[in-house]
């Protein structure tokens, strides 16, 4: 399950010299809670960690292996949920790059023509199936100690299984587009934020518009021409994501759930799941 919203992101450059055909990063840990973007192709593997992926207008449960490609200017983060493994067990792999980086002309050609029709897709983000994972994963582990001539050999090698998975998906709606001015994207962040950090509370709107600086008619406006949602019911889908995840991972029971993000009735938690997922918990689980 997936929900649909306008994200705000801050530019982080990626500086690939003109002798230098992408960028290649690998660490441990928890990414920051950061909407950001490049003015390059991002292709990251997450692993052993599961939780909720921001990307463009669209929040989405992520499990083990999460795979995607994401174009120049699309703003992500990844939010795992610390309930699960270690934190020193994540494990992120990065690589970056540009067309012209990997060779405008070769991209063109016939061979490649899957690959350049891939890249055309990604600036609405793709995530891949689980049988092209399996296949790239062991390639993306090996750039870790790969010198650079045979990372660039594994990037064109992962692009050509990449293009030709026919299971793979769009994952930002059709019409999403970044608009919000730097001013609006920094206020937006803070609140999505404090969301995540806080979900599990009482979030009331005269406690959410203090946090943001606004009276509650002009944080209503905001949130509101912001999101195309009220407060309330991002909050619920907020919350309804997460017990979802909480389903699938974990043998919690669902009252425990429904407690553990937010909710403090029961049937209350259970109507506002049934009216997102068209589904029950027990059912979903």
């Known amino acids: 399950m997936s929900k649909k919203l306008p994200v705000t992101a801050h530019h982080t450059p990626v500086e690939l010299s003109s002798a230098q055909s992408l960028d290649f990063d690998f660490y441990r840990g928890m990414p920051h809670f950061y909407f950001h973007y490049h003015f390059a192709f991002e292709l990251t593997l997450v692993r052993n960690s599961c939780g909720r992926r921001l990307t463009g207008d669209t929040l989405s449960n992520y499990s083990e ?3 995607v490609l994401l174009g ?18 994540f494990e992120n792999y990065v690589i970056k790059f540009t067309k012209k980086s990997l060779g405008l002309e070769l991209l063109n050609r016939l061979e490649f023509s899957h690959v350049k029709n891939l890249l055309g897709r990604a600036d609405k983000g793709v995530s891949f199936s689980a049988a092209a994972r399996e296949k790239i994963i062991p390639l993306m582990k090996d750039m870790r100690e790969a010198s650079p001539s045979v990372k660039v050999l594994n990037t064109l090698r992962i692009l050509d299984i990449a293009g030709k998975d026919e299971s793979c998906r769009q994952i930002v709606s059709d019409n999403y587009h970044y608009s919000l001015n730097e001013r609006d994207q920094q206020a937006l962040s803070r609140i999505l934020e404090f969301i995540h950090q806080h979900h599990h509370q009482t979030i009331a709107l005269s406690r959410i518009a203090k946090y943001a600086n606004m009276s509650i008619p002009t944080f209503t406006r905001f949130f509101k021409r912001a999101t195309g949602e009220s407060f309330t019911r991002y909050l619920n889908k907020w919350r309804v994501e997460r017990a ?27 109507r506002q799941f049934l009216k997102i997922t068209s589904k029950t918990p027990v059912e979903f689980r």
């Not at 009252?255 to 029961?266: A, H």
């Open 72 to 89: 120049p200017g699309l703003p992500h983060t990844w939010i795992p949920e610390v309930e699960k493994g270690n934190r020193e067990n």
């Open 244 to 270: 979802c995840l909480l389903l699938k991972e974990t043998r919690m029971t669902v009252l425990e759930i429904s407690l553990k993000i937010g909710f403090r009735n029961l049937s209350n938690f259970n």
């Open 65 to 67: 292996n999460d795979l």
